[in-house]
């Protein structure tokens, strides 16, 4: 059974550039949550995907964007890259909204990202 | 909003004793879930133990269980018999069941199993 799994592991970028960092959910998951983890700090909520659609979002700038494909797989996109932009970025998928666990989300390795 | 607070930025335990990390949270919601991951050097969010505030019997997995504090709004994980792999960051999380996505992290408490 596989876990949900990122890409890629690790990422350098300069400042004002963009990025996009891209995400697999578990088997038989059909929804994806992205996290922004900075060093020393719990995950902070980014949005949450479903159908193709953002359904949540935290406080985070228009910067951050992303996206849905039909196969539940996600990316997320970060433009015009700020020096604070450093940080772990975690996806998490959950189970369909009829599932018993839709509450439970399971998460990536993570892609480091590094702004210089 | 809803606040999750870990008291103890670092704990230490010894091989094969018990020990147990705090969590409380703030809410105005009546139903909700909780959690604890455990966050290795590998970085995996690694889910431990799962609450529903609705049950009143604390949730178990093998050597690790909870003390819920409904009431007290306190989430504290015990892990018996500690091991050396269980050294890691561990987080408490809060969701509210009408929240669709959003968890809500502590801080963090960097367990330390000494041998």
């Known amino acids: 059974d596989a876990g949900v799994t990122q890409s890629p592991t690790h990422l350098i970028k300069t400042r004002g550039q963009q990025v996009t960092l891209r995400c697999s959910p578990k088997s038989g998951h059909d929804t994806v949550s992205w996290y922004q983890q900075a060093l020393g700090q719990g995950p902070q909520f980014i949005f949450q995907?479903?159908?193709?659609?953002?359904?949540q979002r935290g406080n985070f700038p228009d910067r951050f964007s992303g996206h849905q494909f039909p196969n539940y797989s996600s990316e997320l996109n970060v433009n015009a890259l700020l020096l604070g932009d450093s940080a772990l970025y975690l996806c998490a998928s959950s189970s369909p909204v009829h599932a018993r666990s839709t509450d439970t989300q399971y998460f990536g390795p993570g892609t480091r990202l590094t702004v210089l | 909003a809803q606040t999750v607070t870990q008291s103890q930025p670092e704990m230490s335990v010894q091989e094969a004793e018990t020990v147990t990390l705090s969590c409380t949270y703030d809410?105005?919601?009546?139903?909700?879930?909780l959690f604890w991951y455990k966050q290795p050097p590998s970085r995996q969010m690694i889910l431990v133990i799962r609450q529903e505030a609705y049950k009143q019997q604390n949730a178990t997995e093998n050597r690790f269980s909870v003390n819920f504090q409904k009431a007290a709004k306190s989430f504290s994980l015990k892990i018996s018999d500690s091991q050396l792999g269980d050294a890691a960051m561990y987080f408490c999380a809060y969701k509210g069941r009408g929240s669709q996505g959003n968890l809500i992290f502590g801080k963090g408490t960097k367990l330390s199993v000494k041998p």
């Open positions: 809410t105005s919601e009546s139903d909700y879930y």
């Open positions: 995907y479903y159908e193709e659609e953002e359904r």
